[in-house]
């Protein structure tokens, strides 16, 4: 039996009958020992099949006596709380904000609920609910003043554990950027969270891992190729888009597709954050890079093994040369600091190397004035050391020099040729200039520590141009069969145990890809889709 369309026998009832008295009289009867109405309420909002009726109601009723409701209430509170309120009518969304807002407004007691039930939201969702979440977090933040100082403990709390999906890190992800914008006090806090995370991804798994994994994958893709093309013609347009990602590449590697995606966005908040209408705004810009060379050194330095998340700096100083440069000076500062911890000291030599000799966007002006400053230094260091008792070969006492040295002839591995380049008797005089002889000869004996490779390239070019013969001090290391007194502490300290895959073969030129590992001189970033084209806006990411 059908009435007006209705399926009358398979249709419940409308609900717009509720039990119980009213919120204020229930609240009386509680004080005076009577639980009964108390109880019902709770039940009546726990209901799975409230209406929006029902609940704008509850809601009018509850801001009316929101000054009763005190910590002996909070389970009432909680009850609320959990509330269906989000993919809701707009009539119920914007009643449970104004309830928010007089909650928080008389009783902030109840400050962090509503926070973490804000949070809690930010798993995968429908783009209006996470509107609908941030309108709250700034409404509560407008009537708490300090909302910053308890909101950022939740959101650490609640961020979801690394293994999770990738749709459920890019939701969390973006949502933190989102809220760093309209509470900018945490935008440096925050920026620390997720690249912390990141972190965890990029040493979880080893960069010839990775790089094994989507090798495999895509051998057996083109195997495949051919036959499946004859028939997966139709199969796409039924296929789910994931519409975040520039190009539609996945990585097969999980780790390494879960890191992609969270770099993706943070790139993308990077350049949307620093442009305004499509041009770079200088203060902005600016400010944001304080606070990312601020998380640079306090969690990117110390990590070992980090291969890719680093990346977010350099991406940032390739916006204008006034930022590379600045990085530069932030880096050579840290190297020739004394009271620095050896591990950063080193770490720091070795970023500015990697950056002086991939970053295709450094012009050769800059690089020469690296050198300028790094190569004295170096000198300087021989003065001070060579003739002492402790002029001999220990990384464990000399760990900054060596990855200085490294980090000069790495330099010059891949940036001789452009610094030749038109001139090559200035060039040449300039090289010439650098006295590489003296730091290969002396006492302290980088060669020996060296990358292999690093040290075999770097032979061959000094060769070619008549710089330095290091080949005879290269075959007096190998006949050498005492090991070098090795260093033991951690962190991302240029360590010379790994091999940079670009040095074999050719000698590379000057115009390389970027690559930005300082310990191995790694040649690749594991995703060359979102590292290498320009990641999606921000602030127009589909969700």
């Known amino acids: 039996m059908e009435i ?20 204020a009289n229930t609240l009386a009867k509680l004080q005076k020992g009577d639980t009964s109405d108390y109880e019902l309420i709770k039940h009546q909002l726990s209901d799975p099949d409230i209406k929006d009726a029902q609940i704008i109601s509850w809601l009018q009723e509850f801001r009316t ?29 914007e009643e449970y904000l104004a309830f928010l807002s007089n909650l928080v407004s008389a009783q902030t007691v109840y400050l962090r609920a509503c926070l973490r039930m804000v949070v809690t939201n930010f798993a995968p969702n429908l783009p209006r609910t996470f509107d609908h979440c941030h309108q709250a977090l700034q409404l509560i933040a407008r009537y708490v003043p300090s909302t910053s100082r308890f909101l950022m403990p939740i ?14 890190l890019e939701c969390y992800v973006h949502n933190l950027l989102r809220v760093s914008i309209y509470i900018p006090d945490l935008r440096r806090d925050i920026l620390e969270l997720i690249i912390s995370k990141m972190l965890t991804l990029d040493v979880s798994a080893p960069r010839s891992e990775i790089e094994e994994v989507e090798s495999g994958a895509q051998q057996d893709a083109n195997g495949a190729s051919q036959d499946e093309c004859l028939f997966d013609m139709d ?29 993706a966005v943070l790139l993308a908040y990077i350049k949307d954050i620093c442009h305004v ?20 050194d306090k969690v990117v330095l110390p990590t070992h093994a980090s291969c ?6 350099f991406y940032l100083c390739s916006f204008r040369l006034g930022l590379a440069e600045a990085f530069l000076d932030h880096l050579w500062k840290m190297l020739q600091a004394p009271n620095q911890p050896p591990v950063l000291r080193q770490a720091a030599a070795g970023y500015m190397g990697s ?18 400053l790094l190569v004295p230094w170096l000198h300087l260091y021989i003065d001070s050391q060579d003739a002492g008792s402790k002029a001999f070969c220990d990384i464990n006492l000399h760990g900054p020099f060596y990855t200085a040295c490294q980090a000069v002839f790495y330099t010059l591995i891949f940036r001789h040729s452009a610094i030749l380049e038109g001139n090559m008797k200035k060039g040449l005089a300039y090289l010439q200039g650098l006295n590489l002889e003296r730091i290969v000869m002396c006492q302290l004996n980088p060669l020996r520590v060296c990358l292999p490779a690093v040290t075999n390239m770097f032979a061959a070019i000094t060769r070619k141009y008549q710089l330095v013969f290091c080949y005879t001090i290269i075959e007096r290391n190998n006949r050498n069969l005492l090991p070098v007194v090795s260093c033991s502490t951690g962190g991302n300290s240029g360590s010379m145990e790994e ?23 790694d040649s690749h970033l594991h995703s060359p889709r979102s590292f290498g084209s320009p990641p999606v806006s921000f602030l127009q990411r589909p969700f």
């Open 235 to 263: 199969e796409e347009e039924d296929a789910p888009l994931d519409s975040s990602r520039a190009d539609g590449a996945v990585m097969v590697h999980p780790v390494a597709e879960r890191l992609d995606t969270m770099m």
């Open 355 to 372: 950056f002086m000799a991939r970053a295709k966007f450094l012009p050769v002006s800059t690089v020469k004035a690296c050198l300028d």
């Open 499 to 521: 091999e940079d895959d670009f040095l074999h073969g050719e000698t590379p030129q000057g115009d390389s890809v970027v690559g930005m590992t300082p310990g191995s001189y």
């Open 65 to 93: 006596c929101v000054t009763q409701l005190g910590k002996d209430h909070e389970q009432l509170i909680y009850v609320v709380l959990k509330l269906p309120w989000l993919g809701r009518s707009q009539a119920v969304v």
């Open 155 to 168: 959101l650490s709390d609640k961020f979801p554990f690394v293994q999770k999906s990738s749709r459920t």
């Open 4 to 23: 007006e369309g209705r399926d009358f026998l398979n249709t419940p009832p409308k609900k717009t009958v509720r039990f119980g008295g009213t919120v």
């Open 308 to 313: 890719h998340v680093q990346y977010y700096m």
């Open 277 to 296: 209408n499509g041009s770079l705004d200088i203060e902005k810009t600016k400010a944001v890079y304080r606070d990312l060379v601020s998380v640079f």
